[in-house]
């Protein structure tokens, strides 16, 4: 059960850090438009849910490939919304 809570303790950090730099980005050009931004949150915050979703599903008949599939899919995000946020 170790590697389920330190994997939900991965996404919580990695996608939190994509939404921290969002509103660093914020404070910093303040006279900027914000909706990219905010955009960019609101698609982190539901690939969380998503991903917390993914883990909490209990009738998986292979956990180790599930879990696995689900590191891949947080990097494949993170990776894109990083790319968005360089962008900004």
């Not at 969002?22 to 690939?47: M, V």
């Not at 490939?65 to 990083?82: M, S, V, Y």
Request: hydrophobic content about 40%; overall charge negative; charged content about 35%.
């Amino acid at each position: 059960m170790a590697s389920i809570r330190i994997l939900k303790k991965d996404i919580n950090y990695v996608l939190g850090d994509i939404i921290e730099e969002c509103y660093t980005w914020e404070l910093l050009n303040p006279k900027a438009d914000t909706k990219k931004s905010e955009a960019i949150i609101e698609e982190a915050i539901a690939t969380f849910d998503q991903l917390i979703d993914k883990i909490n599903v209990k009738s998986v008949d292979n956990k180790r490939d599930h879990f696995r599939k689900i590191e891949a899919e947080l990097e494949e995000k993170a990776n894109t919304l990083i790319g968005k946020v360089n962008k900004l």
